[in-house]
């Protein structure tokens, strides 16, 4: 046991002595406890005690308390650190109990219990519940230890079991939110771990009532699994338990969903599959989800069945659904951007030969810079869930080298030599739409030719395109725009031919 309690910080003890000195109780109580028996580093501590927050603020007098459950926060200022203005943060809370949830999401109130006992039994999971203290004997300084485990929560460490505490289906009526908990301890404790019959059961049985959970709660957890080792086991998890289509029936309608014979598996069987190989890769957050959703539009997109079924613009689709769905979510604006970015983009077509550098600067444009690598990485994902044994063959391996080649050539209106202004000064105009319509046509000329991007060359031009009629004039710019935007060549999958979507 000393072994144990060697690996809890100073500044944990310290909390507890400091508790003690003061004539209260202090037990570590929840993840850290589980963790620490597991054999992992908790990542934050929290203590339970029978004083009250104002008691816990007077043994602490350096500390934030603002919530409705009595939780003091005490700042300890760190033993071995060498800035002294580093404090180690502990979570302290009064023993409660909690009455009705009448919205499966919070207790209607808070009350204070008498004992340890009293809560750990209102803890969601067995591994969840046990509690741990020591103090230390007379002038020897030996450790008694005490630990309470009044749910075999050990017993069920060590079989890496996710059991709920007493009745599974009074803890999921309790907080909704728990039966995702479940789900995501099973995959980020380890490998091995499951979900006990009876709590999975219950699962089943309460699924429905993960609609009185906010959406934000649900997406915390959710981005924990896909930001696991596992996260694909983990969505399964979810789908078998009926709780996916709860959170993203987007997603659960792709479940069964054939394709053609590009494909080795069903829609959804892909997209796990693509999602598993980012997460062995460990590509970002980013990529992860977008390789989760890519081809999320294709039930909506699908015309025929059999092997020459088509999906024509399920990139343009999924992005849309993507979007509804990550905003229904709560993701925030720029991580959704990001993503539905990825799904809209996933599907450019190339062939060494066949598409020139004008054509991936238009890709790199539309696509941006910035989000290149992360666009690669869930092509590479997409092609190993489609069952092909290279992730990035050499056209891929091409693509990234003209990618890099032509990555200082203008692609934007604001890497072009002349600007409005100089618009302007040379044909001796007022502001207005003509000035965007020159930019249009002259940005297509150097998308296609970057020697053009001469600030001689593009006055020489300026001129010519202020004498065309206004009519003229907008029709190079219609077709610049169709230029500027062409960003993909893809082939029909029926005829075999290519074609540019813009």
């Not at 008691?55 to 919530?67: E, K, R, S, Y």
């Not at 200022?77 to 809370?93: G, M, P, S, V």
């Not at 990139?315 to 709560?330: N, S």
């Not at 444009?365 to 690669?376: F, S």
């Amino acid at each position: 046991m000393k072994d144990f309690f060697d690996k809890i910080p100073p500044e944990v003890k310290f909390a507890i002595e400091e508790m003690q000195k003061s004539g209260f109780k202090a037990y570590i109580v929840g993840g850290c406890v589980r963790d620490l028996l597991a054999g992992n580093r908790p990542s934050d501590w929290d203590l339970a005690t029978d004083a009250s927050p104002d008691q816990i603020q007077c043994v602490f007098p350096d500390n934030f308390c603002d919530n409705k459950f009595g939780t003091v926060t005490a700042r300890i200022r760190e033993k071995d650190a060498l800035d002294a203005d580093r404090y180690f943060e502990i979570e302290i809370t009064p023993y409660r109990i909690e009455s009705k949830y009448t919205d499966k999401r919070h207790p209607d109130s808070v009350e204070w219990a008498d004992n340890i006992n009293d809560d750990l039994s209102r803890r969601d999971f067995t591994v969840n519940a046990i509690a741990l203290s020591y103090i230390k004997e007379g002038k020897t300084g030996r450790l008694k230890t005490e630990t309470i485990d009044l749910f075999g929560g050990k017993k069920d460490l060590e079989d890496k079991l996710i059991r709920a505490v007493r009745d599974p289906g009074e803890r999921f009526l309790e907080d909704a939110l728990r039966m995702m908990r479940a789900v995501r301890f099973s995959i980020t404790l380890g490998p091995g771990w499951r979900i006990e019959g009876a709590t999975e059961a219950a699962i089943v049985a309460n699924a429905k009532w993960l609609k009185e959970v906010s959406e934000e709660r649900i997406r915390d957890e959710f981005e924990k699994i896909i930001k696991s080792k596992r996260p694909a086991e983990g969505v399964e998890i979810l789908r078998k338990l009926g709780l996916l289509e709860r959170i993203m029936p987007e997603l659960a309608e792709c479940y069964g969903i054939g394709q053609n014979k590009h494909h080795l598996y069903d829609v959804y069987t892909h997209l796990l599959k693509s999602l598993d190989y980012a997460a062995k890769q460990d590509f970002n957050f980013y990529v992860r989800m977008a390789s989760l959703l890519h081809d999320i539009g294709k039930p909506k997109s699908k015309a025929g069945d059999g092997p020459d079924s088509t999906f024509y613009n399920h990139e343009m689709i999924g992005a849309k659904i993507a979007r509804k769905m990550l905003a229904r979510m709560k993701f925030s604006r720029k991580d959704a951007d990001k993503i539905v970015h990825l799904v809209r983009y996933h599907l450019f077509y190339y062939n060494v030969g066949e598409v020139g550098e004008a054509s991936v600067r238009r890709l790199v444009r539309n696509v941006g810079q910035e989000n290149l690598e992360d666009l690669l990485q869930v092509r590479m994902a997409d092609r190993i869930g489609s069952g092909c044994p290279k992730a990035e063959p050499y056209k891929l391996r091409h693509l990234r080298y003209l990618m890099e080649k032509t990555s200082q050539d203008p692609i934007t209106a604001r890497m072009i030599k002349v600007n409005g202004n100089d618009i302007i000064k040379i044909l001796n105009i007022q502001p207005g739409p003509k000035i965007g319509q020159i930019l249009n046509v002259l940005l297509a000329q150097v998308l296609d030719d970057p020697a053009k991007n001469d600030r001689g060359v593009l006055e020489i031009e300026v001129v010519r395109l202020g004498a065309l009629s206004p009519g003229l004039l907008e029709n190079e710019s219609l077709e610049a725009e169709k230029k500027i935007g062409v960003v993909e060549v893809k082939r029909d999958e029926m005829t075999k031919k290519k074609y540019w979507v813009t």
